[in-house]
């Protein structure tokens, strides 16, 4: 625990580190890479290039800053790095690297600043988020272990199946190689990837798209441009290859409610979607499934959606393309705005809407459910982004 006084150094400085935070994570990845290359790996590299990376960290700190004596108001954001980390198997020693390299990214960036009080302050801050992220992820690590199915760390799966979805997405079933169970897991959750491209090893996170059956999973892949793994994994993985896969995470699941689900999708957003629609229905759920693509052509999924409304009653699917091709017959055209939103809308109470897809699209899309009066609390959303605290 912070002292009194090492809290109020933390506050009265938070505003100057806030003002730097973006240079301070410019400064602290590289630096952390140049002397520790072999955590590269942890980390999504086309995230560091486009920024997302350093961004997200930079607003993680002014977060933990501005709420250093109300920390419970961060728990939401504490669970979702806690699920992203355990999906990349974050060990301890991991944090001992990102602390030092951080400290430092700190002094280089504030300059005589940074006085013995005020690294003592900044210091302590660190660890104390640093030990209760420790100890969330160990329980969460043990958690898992136990279950029928469950592991711990990397387990080898090969790839039992690759089914061409669309014109840019691919999806890949995945067996364990020793023949065991595999865990259940909460429809909407990812895998973590390990594998090796070129000789380099990479860590990526997928969403499950197929609902748990104890046997195997399937992810799906969109293809990226310049995407390093999304290209080898549709161009070079075959089946029988083997690669190594962390336990499911993630905190995209179904809130507890018997109203409809509105579930809007666009492009690979798809991939939680399915799984979510599922268990939806076989709660008796309506569940209205919206998806927005390009047209056609990158349109996944059609016949399992199609095979889901002849199914249920209660399932209501809605395509929408964007630039619609000749042969296309979307039930709409353009994009996902407020009044072609408000004509799906259900009537009744308990509405809960879900919405996954490139961030632009998601922010429009949540700005017009917003605008049509459903509150945040029935609004929840997946951004396929970093989530980042320490590590």
């Known amino acids: 625990m912070l002292t009194p006084a090492?809290?109020?150094?933390?506050?009265?400085?938070?505003p100057?580190?806030?003002?730097?935070?973006?240079?301070?994570?410019?400064?602290?990845?590289?630096?952390?890479?140049?002397?520790?290359?072999?955590?590269?790996?942890?980390?999504?590299?086309?995230?560091?290039?486009?920024?997302?990376?350093?961004?997200?960290?930079?607003?993680?700190?002014?977060?933990?800053?501005?709420n250093i004596d109300r920390l419970e108001v961060l728990g939401p954001a504490v669970e979702g790095i806690?699920?992203?980390?355990?999906?990349?198997?974050?060990?301890?020693?991991?944090?001992?690297?990102?602390?030092?390299?951080?400290?430092?990214?700190?002094?280089?960036?504030?300059?005589?600043a940074v006085t013995a009080e005020v690294a003592d302050a900044w210091g302590a801050a660190y660890w104390q988020l640093a030990r209760l992220l420790i100890a969330a992820e160990e329980t969460e690590y043990a958690r898992k272990a136990a279950l029928t199915g469950g592991w711990r760390g990397a387990r080898?799966?090969?790839i039992a199946g690759k089914t061409?979805?669309?014109?840019?997405?691919?999806?890949?079933?995945?067996?364990?190689?020793?023949?065991?169970?595999?865990?259940?897991?909460q429809p909407g959750q990812y895998l973590g990837l390990k594998l090796s491209v070129d000789g380099e090893t990479v860590h990526r996170?997928?969403?499950?798209?197929?609902?748990?059956?104890?046997?195997?999973?399937?992810?799906?892949?969109?293809?990226?441009?310049?995407?390093?793994?999304?290209?080898?994994?549709?161009?070079?993985?075959?089946?029988?290859?083997?690669?190594?896969?962390?336990?499911?995470?993630?905190?995209?699941?179904?809130?507890?409610?018997?109203?409809?689900?509105?579930?809007?999708t666009g492009g690979v957003g798809q991939t939680p979607a399915l799984p979510l629609a599922e268990?939806?229905?076989a709660a008796g759920r309506k569940v209205?499934?919206?998806?927005?693509?390009?047209?056609?052509?990158?349109?996944?999924?059609?016949?399992?959606?199609?095979?889901?409304?002849?199914?249920?009653?209660?399932?209501?699917?809605?395509?929408?393309?964007?630039?619609?091709?000749?042969?296309d017959r979307p039930d709409l055209t353009g994009l996902l705005d407020r009044d072609r939103l408000a004509a799906l809308l259900p009537e009744g109470e308990g509405l809960a809407a879900y919405v996954v897809g490139p961030k632009p699209f998601m922010a429009a899309v949540i700005a017009a459910l917003t605008a049509l009066g459903l509150p945040s609390s029935a609004i929840h959303h997946e951004f396929f982004g970093p989530k980042e605290a320490v590590a």
């Not at 590289?30 to 350093?54: K, W, Y």
């Not at 001992?96 to 005589?112: H, K, N, S, T």
């Not at 061409?164 to 259940?184: C, H, K, N, Q, Y």
Request: charged share 20%; with cysteine; aromatic share 8%.
């Open 6 to 14: 090492q809290t109020a150094v933390i506050k009265a400085t938070a």
């Open 16 to 66: 100057v580190v806030a003002a730097n935070a973006t240079r301070i994570t410019g400064t602290f990845y590289p630096l952390m890479f140049e002397r520790f290359p072999e955590i590269r790996a942890v980390f999504n590299q086309s995230h560091q290039r486009g920024g997302a990376q350093p961004e997200a960290l930079a607003n993680a700190i002014i977060a933990y800053a501005s």
């Open 82 to 112: 806690v699920q992203k980390h355990v999906s990349l198997n974050i060990t301890p020693d991991q944090y001992e690297i990102v602390g030092a390299c951080l400290m430092e990214a700190i002094g280089r960036v504030l300059g005589d």
């Open 156 to 158: 080898r799966f090969r």
């Open 164 to 185: 061409r979805e669309s014109a840019v997405i691919t999806s890949f079933r995945l067996e364990p190689v020793d023949g065991g169970r595999v865990m259940d897991f």
């Open 205 to 264: 996170n997928y969403s499950l798209s197929a609902s748990p059956n104890g046997r195997d999973y399937r992810i799906s892949v969109k293809r990226e441009p310049q995407g390093v793994v999304s290209g080898f994994l549709h161009d070079r993985a075959h089946i029988g290859d083997e690669l190594e896969v962390y336990p499911p995470a993630g905190e995209f699941v179904l809130r507890e409610g018997d109203g409809p689900l509105l579930l809007i």
């Open 279 to 281: 268990q939806a229905l």
């Open 288 to 327: 209205i499934y919206v998806h927005a693509a390009l047209n056609g052509s990158v349109h996944a999924f059609r016949d399992h959606v199609s095979a889901l409304a002849e199914r249920h009653e209660g399932f209501r699917p809605v395509c929408c393309y964007a630039e619609p091709a000749e042969a």
